[in-house]
């Protein structure tokens, strides 16, 4: 196949990401598989990035994740400076076929504002981006900008003028999934984990609470703003609390950390973070927010952990109740269903990742979906 992509991955952290990283994570378990299937990729992306590709475009030596504990304009700022530097890259150059832009709202707009002479576009949500409905306007008039969900409940979502522009949804994939079914199986632990950014919608002070009113040993794993670990956080003094996941950990989740039935781990990555994936009994994820593509609940599937979780957002469309995980609508009964879940196969929970969330399943539905775009897109 001969299609060359920008993938635009924004300036925050490198691809891959050094631990946490949503965004990140997709494109470099997306990118491979692509270029595997004929792909040119064209990363823009921050100086450290490792992830092979066939270009890069930078302009940032290193990630600004920390920019984006600073006020919105100046988070925009950033994002801008970066995009500027893949505007002109896009202008002086004309063998890019289409962009597959994963930089929230402002790349989205930016991607809008650059006319005719600009390739076609694909924007990927990984957000719920009704937090910023103005700049859903930029869509408006027939441009080339197209989007996709990482779930159908994510688009189902999206203000009118989003809809009105996608493509459909592709669901998050994990290098995980590859053969999950044939790997090995490690011994299983007592312990539930909760794997992902502290934060309320994320719901990590219900499964603290939990823990301690079903007794089971909880691990929480993932930074609490930009603290990777509790001794970042607890040598930042005073001043971490105007970071409000800060605010949140501190008020809401530490209270029920007592280091031996509940525990805050910090970022765990690479095989630190399987192992203690593959060894919990259950992955919890008590979401309190649309979780819109779950990547964490795919990777704890893949390795064959069931996952026990409120009906939110992805979660019905990525856990099938009952073969593969446990879902309830109401909080407090999710302490009695970690209880239940011992009897899901984690067996079953690997074959389903193995057949349906693969980065190869993932890159063939991108690349269907960037002819679609291509084939929708005015002549330029
Ligand atoms: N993650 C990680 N270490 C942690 C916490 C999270 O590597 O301590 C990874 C997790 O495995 C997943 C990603 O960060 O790959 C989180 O993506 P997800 O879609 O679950 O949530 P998001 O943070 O994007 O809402």
Redesign the pocket.
Known sequence: MSLTVLMNAGPWLSVP?P?????E??IATLVPELRRLGVRVVLASVGTSTLPVDERVSVFPDGQFSALQRPYNQVCGVAQAHLAGVARELHSRDDIDLVHDHVEAVGLATLAAMGPDAPPALHTL??DLAKHPALYGHLDGGNRVRVNG?SASQLARAPQALRDHSVGHVH?A?PLAVDAHRRPRPPKGRHVVV???I?P??GQDVAARLAHRCRFPLVL???VGPY?RPEDLAAAGDEARQNPDVRFFLDEVAPHVDGDRVRW??????QD?DDL?ASARVTLFPLRWE???????V?SLALGTPVVATTRGCLPELIDHGRTGLLTDDEEQLGELVLAAGRIDPAQCRREAATRFTPAVMAQRYVELYERVRQLAPAR
Do not use: C, M, Q, S
């Not at 631990?19 to 965004?23: A, E, H, P, R, T």
């Not at 781990?265 to 690479?270: D, E, K, L, N, R």
């Not at 979780?291 to 609940?297: F, L, R, W």
């Open positions: 990401p631990g946490y990283g949503g965004i994570n997709v990984h957000w990482v998050l994990t794997l992902g950014r934060n919608g994320k794993a993932g930074p990777h781990v910090g970022t765990v990555a690479g973070r994936v979780e819109p593509g779950g990547t964490a609940v990777e």
